[in-house]
């Protein structure tokens, strides 16, 4: 068995669980998230926390277990706390913002971009320069992200683009005469 699968899921005050034949459902304050389980592997609530199980005469069932585990546990974040991820713009000139249910960026290029913001997550601008990516399901909400930075991912020599909040870029040196 997955060291990690056997750690059990405690789910807080609030928070519900409905397990299916084929299928969790977490609920909470913020909303529901479903998570679809694989065969081989069961889900079992017990008092106030989920136990995952796995088949172990299937080969790779224990590797399994412990990502079935992982992602329960990021639900139950999720519908209780939820997501964010920060995004800065850094260049002269470029700017975010939301007009209704699509993201506007101007990042350099001859033409803006027009991004239709995903079901499932809310994306602000405090400022021209920050975006703000916010949901209830952390792979959506990195997804997305991701998908705004590859428009303009930094680039090595002057930093300029799209990049986290809290990512570090490390700048080349200019070329020498």
Do not use: C, W
């Not at 992602?71 to 975010?96: D, Q």
């Not at 991912?153 to 002057?158: C, F, G, L």
């Amino acid at each position: 068995m997955s060291r990690v699968a056997k750690k059990p899921v405690d789910l807080p005050q609030g928070v519900s669980a409905t397990i299916g034949a084929d299928a969790v459902t977490v609920k909470g304050a913020k909303g529901t998230l479903t998570l679809s389980i694989k065969s081989g592997i069961k889900v079992v609530q017990k008092d106030k926390h989920l136990e995952v199980e796995a088949d172990t005469s299937a080969e790779g069932m224990n590797a399994i277990a412990g990502a079935t585990r992982a992602h329960l546990a990021n639900m139950v974040t999720g519908v209780t706390k939820g997501y964010e991820k920060k995004l800065e713009l850094v260049g002269v000139g470029y700017r975010a913002a939301v007009q209704a249910k699509s993201l506007t960026l101007t990042l350099g290029y001859s033409h803006l971009i027009n991004y239709a913001i995903p079901d499932g997550v809310t994306i602000e601008t405090p400022s021209q320069t920050e975006i703000v990516v916010k949901g209830i399901d952390r792979q959506r909400v990195g997804q997305t992200a991701a998908e705004i930075r590859d428009f303009r991912s930094p680039e090595p020599y002057k930093g300029k683009g799209v990049k986290y909040s809290d990512e570090k870029i490390s700048l080349k040196e200019a070329k020498k005469k």
